[in-house]
């Protein structure tokens, strides 16, 4: 590992000056539960690291426009304890509890988690079901993208050179809906998503599906929206008819790999089994939300 620069800036003009105007790789560091592994194992060597816990806007969770903003640097158990945010996405709330054990979830923040890009993320799925935008922040000003346009694959995102996630925008909840997530994997805890599955939906007052987002995780370069699969959800009451055009919607477009952990076809089969479980758990929460 050769020298390297540690700035903490306060300020996200001062984050994205430093990350900007840095000659050689300059790096975020939030939790530094994936960056720090990397640097240790000689897979980045960066000559900066900006660290963005000191930031406000990138470690608070607010209420805004009816939704919720809350920063890249929160950690997953701050996420997980905000009881407001918890009520209204606890989708989002259990694939932030998933990530790694009690002292990982005190570190990892979902910005590291999207901005690290692996396939296998587990808040990633749950974002982009919730239609999640995030707010970036660079050299041109700040723009917004939808999470899905974030990880391009595997340890690669849509940032340019001196970008960060300086935030995620939670769109306000209608009535009668909710998310959820869920993921396989072949050990109780503390091991990655072989499969991952996150689902929002809206009911109407008769139990309809008027809106669904789809996404799988895990199985791709990326974490994929699956449109063919939400489609088969709207208009039905979610019954089993409907969650089984749905799984069968996200086993064809899983596209996995085959490893040590599950078999190409393995995965296929339980991409549709994940889909159809989350589905019927967001379901039945969106049946009981206010
Ligand atoms: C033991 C262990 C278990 C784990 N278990 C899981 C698991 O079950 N599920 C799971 O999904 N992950 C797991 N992880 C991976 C890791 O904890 C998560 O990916 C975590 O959310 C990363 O967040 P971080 O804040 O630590 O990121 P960091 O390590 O600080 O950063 C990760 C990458 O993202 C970049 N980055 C961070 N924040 C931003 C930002 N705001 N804008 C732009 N770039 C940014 C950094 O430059 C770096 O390249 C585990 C890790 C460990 C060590």
């Excluded at 901005?115 to 239609?131: F, Q, T």
Aim: proline letters at 4%; a positive charge.
């Amino acid at each position: 590992m050769s020298e390297m620069r540690y700035e903490a800036p306060k300020t996200l003009e001062a984050a994205v000056a430093l990350l900007a105007g840095a000659d050689g790789v300059a790096k975020v560091l939030a939790g530094g539960t994936d960056i720090l592994i990397q640097m240790r194992g000689g897979r980045v060597d960066p000559a900066l690291l900006v660290d963005v816990k000191g930031i406000p806007e990138m470690t608070s969770i607010v209420a805004e426009n009816g939704g919720f903003r809350f920063g890249a640097a929160v950690t997953a158990m701050e996420l997980s304890e905000h009881k407001a945010f918890a009520k209204a996405w606890p989708g989002i709330t259990e694939a932030a509890m998933l990530i790694g054990s009690y002292q990982i979830k005190g570190r990892a923040t979902v910005g590291g988690n999207l901005c690290n890009a692996s396939p296998a993320a587990d808040s990633v799925p749950a974002l982009i079901a919730a239609n999640a935008t995030a707010s970036i922040v660079g050299p041109n000003g700040r723009r917004e993208a939808k999470v899905e346009d974030i990880a391009t694959g595997p340890g690669k995102n849509s940032l340019a050179k001196g970008e960060l996630v300086a935030s995620f925008l939670m769109p306000a909840r209608p009535a009668n809906a909710s998310d959820a997530y869920l993921r396989f994997i072949p050990r109780t805890e503390m091991d990655i998503a072989v499969v991952g599955a996150g689902i929002n939906l809206t009911l109407d007052a008769k139990g309809v599906c008027t809106q669904a987002r789809v996404c799988i995780g895990a199985v791709a370069e990326r974490a994929l929206l699956v449109p063919e699969a939400a489609a088969a959800l709207v208009g039905s009451s979610v019954d089993e008819a409907a969650l089984t055009r749905m799984g069968a919607a996200c086993s064809a477009a899983a596209r996995p790999i085959d490893d040590k952990r599950g078999t190409k076809a393995y995965r296929i089969k339980v991409t549709g089994v994940m889909a159809r479980r989350a589905a019927a758990i967001a379901r039945d929460r969106a049946k009981g939300a206010k």
